[in-house]
């Protein structure tokens, strides 16, 4: 009888040890994947904040208005050059 029940304990103890070694595993293998996405979370934090600088830099006044001269030749609007066009009533 107590072999018997030496032997159901046994089982049961290894049994343990088992799912105990496989959690472990488990624990580690989460541990790890969680490790590389805050990698690429930082990664991606730090394009957006370079993004947002390039966003502010490529859209001030100053140089929209100098790519414009120098790359596109266009010049500033005068009165002189400004056309009126005048509606005409369709009937």
Request: charged residues 25%; aromatic residues 8%.
């Amino acid at each position: 009888m107590t072999t018997r029940i030496n032997i159901i304990l046994a089982i049961a103890l290894i049994a343990c040890a088992l799912s105990l070694i496989n959690s472990q595993y488990q624990a580690r293998r989460l541990f790890i994947e969680l490790e590389r996405e805050q990698s690429f979370s930082k990664q991606y934090e730090l394009q957006w904040t370079q993004l947002k600088l390039d966003q502010s830099t490529f859209g001030k006044h100053a140089r929209i208005e100098t790519s414009a001269v120098r790359e596109l030749d266009m010049v500033a609007v005068t009165p002189e050059r400004t056309q009126y066009l005048k509606a005409v009533e369709v009937k």
